[in-house]
């Protein structure tokens, strides 16, 4: 089956005073119809940018390169007209903070009815009845009552539950939820997107999930793509990227979580060290000033690794992958010496 959404190459920077910000640089990655992505990484990988060149909504500061194939259609030649039709209806996309994308001074359900509105020949009391109905699929107690409230009324669970109604009230074949959960306390997060998943599932959309935190990605995810200063440095099943990790990095983010198969005597260790500067990041693997298994006969700090299959549909980028994987190093990153 074709893919829904094939990202190829996605190149962005951004200009500014100081230089350019590569901000992603390469990235390559395909979304099928009805399955949940995860997108993984620290702050500042590009995750976010990634998200928003999907859309086209990064700042004129930015260039763009690469391909961004929807269905068969290339969004980044399509005009913005066309662009305007694709946000909401075809593609939608969930913040991380509900209140700067629902706007303050209108009711919640007007603003579902809008979004409605603008993409369907429906009239304003069908879009306000459906605005009614979204409120009700996400758990929101009152609906009849909460549609006529503002933002400031809602909770900020409930308040994500609504961007949730709104994000899926012209049902897009594609969701991207970036970081959707990090403003609430953990037990609303996971609520919010058992909430987001189930309905997903329901509706057949494809999810794009973004998030910082591997550990939501457990149980959630079909497929896993992490990102590393603004490259993927591993993809695959949710599966083999926890169970048979074939890069550094991935093994470096599953040993800061706490582990839910009961070894509680297994400490957290992070990572060391900070993400790079994007203004100038490191030659070679971007990694390897953080990477306990960084080697100078290997390459790591002069060749850019290639993102190679290690196992069918499980892609690395790191120049000593198969020696770690053949010797079972990378499962025991994190374990006490
Ligand atoms: N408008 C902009 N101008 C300049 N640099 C930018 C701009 N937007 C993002 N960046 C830079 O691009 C890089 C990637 O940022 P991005 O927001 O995609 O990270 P992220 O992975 O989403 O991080 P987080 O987990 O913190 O949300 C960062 O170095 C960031 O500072
Ligand atoms: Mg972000």
């Not at 980044?76 to 209806?89: C, F, I, T, W």
């Not at 957290?268 to 960084?294: D, E, K, T, Y």
Request: charge should be negative; charged fraction near 20%; aromatic fraction near 4%.
């Amino acid at each position: 089956m074709d893919p829904l959404l094939d990202v190829k190459g996605l190149t962005v920077g951004f200009g500014t005073d100081d230089g350019v910000v590569q901000a992603v640089r390469g990235v390559d990655f395909e979304v099928r119809s009805g399955e949940i992505l995860a997108i993984v990484g620290e702050s500042g990988s590009g995750k976010s940018v990634t998200a928003m060149s999907l859309l086209k909504l990064l700042p004129p500061s930015a260039t763009i390169e690469g391909s961004v194939d929807w269905a068969g259609e290339s969004l980044l030649d399509a005009s913005e007209q066309r662009m305007q039709a694709v946000r909401g209806n075809e593609i939608a996309m969930i913040f991380q903070d509900p209140l700067s994308a629902l706007n303050p001074v209108y009711k919640v359900g007007q603003q579902i009815a809008e979004m409605v509105h603008s993409h369907r020949k429906v009239s304003k009391a069908d879009a306000r009845a459906r605005a009614v109905e979204m409120l009700t699929q996400v758990g929101i107690p009152q609906p009849e009552k909460r549609v006529n409230q503002f933002p400031h009324e809602f909770s900020g669970g409930m308040r994500q539950r609504a961007m949730i109604a709104m994000g899926l009230s012209c049902e897009p074949r594609l969701i991207v939820a970036d970081e959707p959960t990090t403003a609430l306390d953990v037990t609303v997060q996971a609520q919010v997107l058992d909430l987001l998943v189930d309905l997903c599932h329901r509706l057949s959309t494809a999810v794009i999930l973004i998030t910082h935190d591997l550990g939501v990605v457990a149980g959630i995810a079909d497929r896993v793509t992490v990102m590393y200063a603004g490259r993927v440095v591993e993809s695959g099943s949710v599966d083999d990227v926890f169970d048979a990790t074939a890069h550094p990095y991935t093994a470096g983010l599953l040993s800061s979580l706490p582990r839910l198969d009961g070894d509680v005597a297994a400490p957290l260790v992070p990572i060391a060290g900070q993400p790079p500067s994007m203004l100038n990041p490191p030659s070679g693997c971007s990694f390897h000033p953080r990477c306990p298994f960084a080697k100078e006969e290997a390459g790591c700090m002069t060749i850019v690794p290639t993102l190679d299959e290690r196992r069918p549909g499980q892609l690395s980028a790191c120049h000593r992958a198969p020696e770690l994987i053949e010797t079972g190093a990378l499962l025991r990153v994190g374990a006490p010496a």
